[in-house]
């Protein structure tokens, strides 16, 4: 067989077998050419709500398409980038007006930091500080890198990274060194905003931390004239239970990133929504206060018909409801873990669970990482544990006995991992 010459992401060609392709997708699951059957138990890396091929929302790109391909969205707009952007700011939490499009997770926090620095530049107000929190992950592009986790994964780019203020994420018992950290940060002056994924770092390791401390940030932010974004990338379109993160915290951001489950999955799209006064800082008479970025495809008007699908998708199904009985399965499931001396941190925020292995050499490239997803495809699951976290995060559709062979899954390969160390 000729080798092929696809380069994939976040794989080590030296160590992977090559891949098999996937021929078809339906609901929950993934098929592939030999006829295998794997249940997308991370939604395809997070992107697919309801489930793969959604009837209503592939029925609008058939319909899009009889109409449309890629629009310039400088000098004209269309229908559904107008549609689209009156049903996200219905959806979002209340008081954000406006919606630039991009097309990727990556491209939407771009666009949000560019937005926050470009608002004090045009108000020249020297402020030019971006602050994180630890273990975050925005993307990899350069600028979203610079805001994320440095490791492994940016290295070799570190001399390129420009550098941010990084927060210490909230542990249990440790939440005040954050917040006071945050509050002397701020008192320089110099922060033009603070950039945070809410409730859930997602990349980093699933790890949580509270609505309250969402909601303190948020507040600590309000009195010091920063700034407020919020990377929903991940956490929008219910994973956590609620449609965005931050309504949990009662959270309004000035700026929110959305991306992966904006389509439901089904096509890459990308919006960053904003306050009134971020658009009006870059309104002006004077030229050079434009808002200076544009994806060449921008706006696409069959993802943006996607999504507006996807909009009509969630009022017309009962997705909440799906999404409280994913969220109550999870619960039940991973009770069977709490007292399990192979597990640590026993965890869930909506339909996301998590838990970690509990095994010394812990971090992304702990070497059962890559084992157990062997050992969960062998058993027809997509897994991928980030280094020692399991985690599933199911597209909305999966049924309860598919839940269930995850968890049993899970249960199996984790006893052979750990026989395997042992031995
Ligand atoms: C995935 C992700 C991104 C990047 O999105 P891409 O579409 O992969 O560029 C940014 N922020 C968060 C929180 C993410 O989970």
């Given amino acids: 067989m000729i080798p092929s010459p696809v380069w994939h992401p976040f794989t080590q ?13 339906e609901g929950a699951y993934l098929f592939d050419e030999d006829g295998n059957r794997f249940l997308d138990a991370i939604s395809s890396w997070w992107v697919i709500t ?58 939407a926090v771009e666009v949000a930091i560019k937005m926050a620095l470009g608002t004090f530049y045009n108000r020249a107000v020297a402020r030019d500080r971006i602050v994180v929190m630890e273990h975050g992950y925005h993307g990899d592009t350069i600028g979203t890198m610079s805001a994320g986790e440095r490791g492994v994964f940016n290295a070799p780019f570190e001399p390129l ?10 542990e249990p018992g440790c939440e005040q060194e954050t917040l006071d950290a945050f509050q002397a940060i701020c008192c320089s002056g110099r922060v033009a905003a603070i950039l945070v994924e809410p409730l859930v770092l997602g990349a980093g390791g699933m ?28 956490t929008g379109w219910g994973r956590t239970g609620t449609r965005f993160a931050c309504e949990q915290a009662g959270v309004t951001p000035d700026i929110l990133c959305t991306s992966k489950g904006l389509t439901g999955g089904a096509l ?20 050079r206060k434009t808002f200076f970025h544009s994806s060449s495809y921008t706006a696409n008007p069959i993802a943006c018909a996607a999504a507006v699908a996807n909009l009509q998708v969630w009022r017309d199904e009962p997705v909440e409801a799906r999404i409280v009985e994913l969220a109550a399965q999870h619960t039940q ?7 399990d001396k192979r597990f640590a941190n026993v965890r869930q925020c909506g339909t996301i669970a998590a838990l970690d292995l509990a095994v010394p050499s812990g971090g992304y490239l702990a070497e059962v990482g890559p084992r157990m997803r062997r050992m969960f495809r062998e058993r027809g699951m997509l897994l991928r544990p980030l280094g020692n976290v399991i985690y599933l995060m199911p597209p909305y559709c999966t049924s309860a006995g598919d839940i269930a062979a995850a968890y049993e899954a899970i249960d199996e390969v984790v006893s052979l991992v750990l026989e395997e160390t042992a031995s």
């Fill in 50 to 107: 309801h489930g793969h091929r959604h009837p209503g929302i592939m029925a609008a790109i058939r319909e899009a398409t009889e109409a449309y391909d890629q629009i310039i969205f400088a000098e004209f707009t269309h229908e559904p980038a107008e549609a689209l952007a009156a049903g996200l700011l219905d959806f979002a939490p209340p008081g954000l007006q406006h919606v630039f499009y991009s097309d990727s997770g990556s491209t």
């Fill in 161 to 170: 990274l420009f550098g941010v203020d990084r927060l210490p994420f909230p």
């Fill in 268 to 287: 890459p799209l990308a919006a960053t929504l904003c306050t009134g006064e971020i658009f009006e800082a870059h309104l002006s008479y004077d030229r």
């Fill in 207 to 234: 790890k949580f931390y509270s609505s309250a401390i969402l909601a303190a940030l948020k507040d600590i932010a309000g009195r010091h004239g920063c700034l407020f974004i919020a990377d929903e990338v991940m």
């Fill in 333 to 339: 499931h991973l009770q069977r873990f709490d007292n």
């Fill in 13 to 25: 060609h030296a160590l992977e077998a090559p891949m098999k392709r996937i021929v078809a997708t």
